[in-house]
T-cell receptor, first 116, second 112 residues
Framework: GAGVSQSPSNKVTEKGKDVELRCDPI?????LYWYRQSLGQGLEFLIY????????KSGLPSDRFSAERTGGSVSTLTIQRTQQEDSAVYLC??????????????FGPGTRLLVL | SQQGEEDPQALSIQEGENATMNCSYK?????LQWYRQNSGRGLVHLIL?????REKHSGRLRVTLDTSKKSSSLLITASRAADTASYFC????????????FGTGTLLAVQP
């Protein structure tokens, strides 16, 4: 595709429910990143997938958060037993990741999650 | 928190004026990048400066980097109403990871 796409655009859920957020990276990009942005705040790194390597999960805030990347392309971020503090915009980005340190990350439009 | 800080938090200027935003960070970096965000949605990459560079230009953008002070500035010259957005700096640390650490952002409002 022309850019990174994310779905759904908006998600409203009730506290305690599980949610799944999807990210389709740019075709050919081997690196994929998830970030979280709370209202009026900067981006908080969550998780990073690089090719077939083990993902960098150092930013996941709790064990309720997990992410998968199937077939080296699409990624799903799952939040179990959602809490109100999980409300935020969840942004996905991808990059070519040829190992160069100068690469640009291309961001999707985000999923706005509201936990009631 | 590893998050960098930016100042000012908000900046309001008139069209045609210059806008300067500053970013400070905490760790050694490989490069520093500036991103723009409209309406709380996706970010757009503006410019990247490597740790061994001190200044870089791209169109109306000028970025400086002072690694001794762990700080960077973004200057937008001859601002336009369409430049109204939030601007974030992001640093890539040394090592194998491509993880970016973002600053808290500056909200720029350019009045027509």
């Amino acid at each position: 595709g022309a850019g990174v796409s994310q779905s759904p655009s908006n998600k409203v859920t009730e506290k305690g429910k599980d949610v799944e957020l999807r990210c389709d990276p740019i075709s050919g990009h081997t690196a994929l990143y998830w970030y979280r942005q709370s209202l009026g705040q900067g981006l908080e790194f969550l998780i990073y997938f690089q090719g077939n390597s083990a993902p960098d999960k150092s930013g996941l805030p709790s064990d309720r958060f997990s992410a998968e990347r199937t077939g080296g392309s699409v990624s799903t971020l799952t939040i179990q037993r959602t809490q109100q503090e999980d409300s935020a915009v969840y942004l996905c980005a991808s990059s070519v990741d040829r190992g160069a340190a100068q690469e640009t990350q291309y961001f999707g439009p985000g999923t706005r999650l509201l936990v009631l | 928190s590893q998050q960098g800080e930016e100042d000012p938090q908000a900046l309001s200027i008139q069209e045609g004026e210059n806008a300067t935003m500053n970013c400070s960070y905490k760790t050694s970096i490989n490069n520093l990048q500036w991103y723009r965000q409209n309406s709380g949605r996706g970010l757009v990459h503006l410019i990247l400066i490597r740790s061994n560079e001190r200044e870089k230009h791209s169109g109306r953008l000028r970025v400086t980097l002072d690694t001794s002070k762990k700080s960077s500035s973004l200057l937008i010259t001859a601002s336009r109403a369409a430049d109204t957005a939030s601007y974030f700096c992001a640093t890539r640390g040394r090592g194998a990871t491509n993880k970016l650490i973002f600053g808290t952002g500056t909200l720029l409002a350019v009045q027509p």
